[in-house]
């Protein structure tokens, strides 16, 4: 045991974690319109739907002021009051101690709704802390680098993305007859809520025209793989969802139940895994699993690490993203969660995963730990609002699953070795960075003790031994 660890351990053992950082969704927003892209207006929903169901373009009675902005995708009044009531329950629960020096704050600063969540959750949890609840004093992400989501194609490109991708689709021949008949029991419950489809030219000829009957056509959009049938039920199941839990008075026409709305949910975040998988995070999320490596390593060693744009001494980290950027971390590093009232992996607005670096107060010898864990409010308490207290959000452990020694409790040292070897270094956006790589004791082939991994993994670790971008 280093003689420093043994100094440190006497004097933390019994008090808060080294640091604790929190990768966040923002809060509850507005949705986006069919296809991602302009205002979500009357008239972009109005080809796939004879029903009138609230849009928030133009303002006025019947879209602003249901939804409480005007601002399509953005974070509406009632998801920011949640993101502080989080945040309030957080400080009185985890922080009371921590100083306002010692709060780091990153948000996707391109995204005004992550700014927000930034702000609205630090002044639930520092609320003394009047610096921390100014945009200006968010440390940025301008060329999406730490909150990659796609929308930086020029970093550390790969060949074959969409034959890949197409290859998760189930496409054979440029047809997803597959993806259709996997989810056609959720397309078919929306589009009874919905009754698409107006213009019955979008279905080229085929009758009746409804939602099921919408050609799929790959895109290759970072945000949506495919147009038809299954992107525009993703579409609608998103939107009933953000209706639900931004407490508006109709939801779904009335005619779903919440457990509707989370089982549609599933079928949201199976659309964004085709893209945010096992074979993108190494080159969307390495920037982002570094970033935390070097957070870990700088609470732990006391001393800069070059890229961590914060103090040595931050207690707290807290970074708005996207649900993106949990899904790529999720399959980055091969976590798994079942949060209450969630489908498994849901990564609901203002879920959150958290990353604590603590002292093993049973085993000294161990130095510090890593321990995870996934925290979201439920459907309902989101719905409400719920100012925590009696009632509590989801919280659930999640295990660190190639941690050996304790998958809830990880040396600091085997995690370290866990980052390394699924990171590329070639990937690491942010100059300096790639230090927590490079003066890494764990050797570059370190997952080749465990050749059997490769039966069950396949070419995605392997490539990680290749270090050529390709398959061997």
Known sequence: MPLHWAALW??????????????????????????????????????????????????????????????????????????????????????????????????????????????????????????????????????????????NQELCGFPWRHEVIKSFLGSGKGHFEALLKAWQAQIEKVDSV??????????????????????????????????????????WAEFFLLEYLNGNPSYAAGQLSQADLVDLYRMVVANMEFLDNVFSSKRLESTLAAHILGTL?????????????????????????????????????????????????????????????????????????????FQVAQPQQLREGVIFGEQQPSRVQVAITDCREDPFACPLDTFQKIVVSKIRPECIGIPGLSSVVDNSTASAT?????????LLTGADEIDEIDGNGGFL
């Open 10 to 151: 006497l004097v933390h053992a019994t008090a808060a974690p080294l640091v604790t950082l929190i990768v966040s969704r923002h809060g509850i927003r507005t949705p986006y319109p069919p296809g991602g892209e302009g205002n979500l207006t009357k008239e972009s929903m109005a080809k796939y739907t004879p029903q009138s169901f609230p849009p928030c373009w133009p303002p006025g009675p019947g879209t602003s002021e249901v939804w409480g902005t005007s601002i399509t995708a953005g974070l509406t009044p009632h998801g920011g009051r949640q993101i502080r009531n989080m945040g309030a329950w957080m400080g009185s629960r985890n922080f009371s101690t921590v100083k306002c020096e010692e709060v780091a704050v990153y948000a996707d600063t391109n995204s005004a709704r992550d700014n927000e969540t930034a702000t609205n959750w630090t002044l639930g949890a520092f609320p003394s802390c009047s610096s921390l609840h100014q945009e200006e004093n968010i440390i940025g992400d301008p060329k999406y680098l730490l909150f990659n989501d796609g929308s």
């Open 297 to 373: 390593l700088q609470a732990e060693q006391q001393q800069q690490i070059p890229g961590v744009q914060h103090s040595k001494d931050a207690k707290v980290v807290y970074m708005a993203g996207h649900d993106t950027n949990l899904l790529l971390l999720r399959s980055l590093l091969g976590l798994r969660w079942q949060s209450d009232g969630w489908a498994e992996n849901a990564v609901a607005p203002g879920g959150m995963l958290i990353v604590e670096l603590d002292w093993d107060v049973e085993d000294s010898s161990r130095g510090p730990v890593v321990s995870m864990y």
């Open 446 to 454: 370190w997952p080749a003790r465990y050749w059997w991994t490769f």
């Open 194 to 235: 919905v009754h698409c489809c107006p213009d019955a030219g979008l279905c080229g000829g085929q009758l009746p025209c409804n939602l099921s009957a919408l050609p799929i056509k790959y895109t290759g959009k970072f945000w949506a793989a495919t147009e038809g049938a299954f992107d525009i039920a993703v579409f």
